[in-house]
């Protein structure tokens, strides 16, 4: 089911040329009928994009009005001439929605080391910002306008009673490759009518991310323009929120954040299997994180669930070379509730039966556990097929 | 041309019927005439296999005669009884050749997590002890005994004159998947009839491995079993090598080592391409091999020269997550030899001309240079190719 929009907010998306394909929108605005707060989290690529360098310079804020959104180009790598481009993008949008220039903000996706067609993204700013509305339409056609090579639109919806208002808290993203854990990695939007304060918003938003759009992998690289915006306009009526209401507001936002994260490998490119990697027993919170993703990008251990193939040494050895020290006689390993390994020997088990049970279903459960504490740390990645490597060997030419 | 057999070695290769085609070696043994030096380096796995913990405990030492190689099991992930069936291996090849036990090292490489079959590896003992050779066909199937899904055995070798003797280096290996560089990635024998002192050929191995076997990749997934050993007996009559003698020698199984690394990624599963990445201008050497490692290691990166295209954004934003501090505005990239990208900014190149030179070519040349310093680093990776994960989506089942 559609989410609806939450209040003060409209959306469109259009297509305005940047893609080949007519029938895909390529170009999205987001806007708010009052200033809003916006905090991001971006890429922690060194490497990092004009859209994202100019968003890090406006956020915290409370004065968000609009956000511009183009797929098909990611405007990284571009230079002095990108940020120009990625500054005008954003001026374009204001003007043509008519608030001020520096209460914009821009998001580029797309292939790397292009410049911006910038005719075509003013066409598009232009027809986009005349179509702005709050309907389930113009929720999808928004979210729609930041795909890539993500084969369904992402959304995620939650509503909520604070304050004794009645609050929505609405997302969507974008990704299905060059997803590799580290802040966020990707792009997502997440829009609600309740009232935030910058600092506020940004340490929720920065502590639910590092367990949701951090604990992804497709396939480990970690793209230039990962970006996740929140953005809280308060039309629900709310005062800020603190105490109480700011958790039931996280609880949701956690939830609203997970589903969209788990979305991203599901629609992984070529991706047959939604693997998720439970880590438990670690002496830390950084040593589970460190072993599951090290799991989670391992192209033996994703080509193998590919495979309905239950090589649980590749798993096992994996964590082995994850960089965290542990007691390998005290590893267990489950596969689907299946104990294949037990105190750090193989077990005898039906291989078939795992075999089948990997094959007949879209989701993996991988279950590792250690003996050296209490930290716990859940991952999503995705297999690896043959699919992929034929999608990634010949994306820009 | 397949090198020599130093001198005081002989070999021989068998089939005992760990791998079903009858075709293919699985077990090895090499023998030296008289006490050798024998210093390996090992994986930093922390699951490693038992055959690496046994060897591990045994070397450095002067007093080796025999090791014995099987293919088709690993002898990793098999707890006390793996420790007890790798030792039992090493009695059973020490009493076939009529040494101690003790002086006697074993290496096991093929599916983890499966029990030696002991039986069918004490037939192969003893039928390979008994068809010990110094002559090309010997040292041929010595190398083939201990490939797993390799398509060809790999072998190199060089004849020096030390303190006026004529030296021999040959060295074989194996290896086409799960090699991740941190140490030694893969099985490899290095035999020389020079004589070295313990200490002297740990010291040098160790920083060879450094250049050579830990500076490959085929999918970053670092084995249980990796080994190198270097084994010299000092057959030709020199005195240990020290001082210019010593690097001379250190010179010549640089380049062995050199051969057989490579040879290892451009027998990389499913490869169409052998990579070579050339790291120059950073701040030091461990930032260089870092980048290096990253790019090597990117998914999209390596479709990306299976698909023979130039996306060098691909190969920017790799090193920008690397973790090592850097000015993107003072980055250039060439691609075999063409300059794609400089100062940060996208130059205008012939792309078609550049897909060519990648499609009709198996080695690409990818340059990176920064501005930070003068520290270089070079590694060897593959492409990644659908037929890869073919291979590795039904590999024990």
């Known amino acids: ?91 374009l949008a204001a003007a043509a929605c008519g608030v001020e220039a520096s209460h914009a903000l821009v998001m580029s996706t797309g292939v790397i080391g292009e410049f911006l067609p910038l005719e075509k993204i003013e066409a598009g700013i232009r027809a986009a910002s005349k179509q702005l509305g709050n309907s389930e339409e113009s929720l999808v056609l928004g979210a729609r306008g930041m795909l890539t090579t993500d084969t369904v639109h992402k959304l995620s919806g939650r509503t ?13 993203a974008k990704g299905a490759a060059m997803i590799g854990p580290r802040m966020a990695t990707m792009l997502s939007v997440i829009m609600t009518d309740a009232a935030l ?22 396939d480990g690289h970690m793209s230039t323009n990962d ?13 800020p929120l603190t105490g109480e209401s700011l958790a039931t ?3 949701a936002l956690l939830e609203v954040c997970t589903e969209l994260a788990k979305a991203i490998p599901n629609d992984g490119e070529g991706c ?8 438990l027993g670690c002496a830390d919170k950084a040593a589970a994180r460190r072993i599951a993703k090290t799991v989670a990008e391992s192209p033996l251990v994703k080509t193998a669930i590919a495979g309905a193939d239950p090589n649980w040494g590749r798993i096992v050895s994996a964590a082995g070379y994850s960089g965290v020290a542990f007691d390998p006689g005290k590893v ?66």
């Open 332 to 397: 267990d390993l489950d596969v689907n509730g299946v104990r294949l390994y037990q105190q750090g020997s193989p077990l005898a088990f039906d291989k078939p039966a795992v075999a089948e049970s990997i094959r007949s279903q879209r989701d993996t459960h991988v279950r590792l556990m250690f003996g050296e504490g209490e930290a716990t740390a859940r991952f999503w990645t995705t297999d690896l097929t043959p699919e992929y490597v034929r999608l990634n060997a010949d994306y820009t030419t």
């Open 1 to 91: 089911m559609t989410p609806s929009v939450p209040q003060g907010f409209k959306l469109s998306g259009t297509h305005c040329g940047i893609k080949r394909n007519p029938g895909k929108p390529d170009l999205s605005i987001i806007m708010s009928d009052r200033p809003a707060t916006a905090v991001g989290v971006f890429t922690q690529n060194l490497v990092h994009a004009a859209p994202v360098a100019l968003d890090r310079q406006r956020t915290p804020t409370d004065r968000f009005r609009v956000l511009v959104i183009n797929s098909g180009n990611a405007n990284a790598c571009t230079g002095d001439r990108g940020l120009a481009d990625a500054r005008q993008m954003a001026t």
């Open 197 to 218: 304060e910058p600092a506020t918003a940004k340490t929720l938003l920065t502590s639910i991310a590092d367990e949701t759009f951090n604990c992804i992998s497709v």
């Open 227 to 239: 970006t996740v915006l929140l953005l809280a306009n308060g039309a629900a009526g709310t005062a």
């Open 160 to 172: 909520i009673l604070v304050d004794g208002r009645s609050v929505q808290i609405t997302g969507m």
């Open 272 to 279: 047959t299997h939604l693997v998720t990697i439970d880590i």
């Open 249 to 251: 507001f996280g609880q």
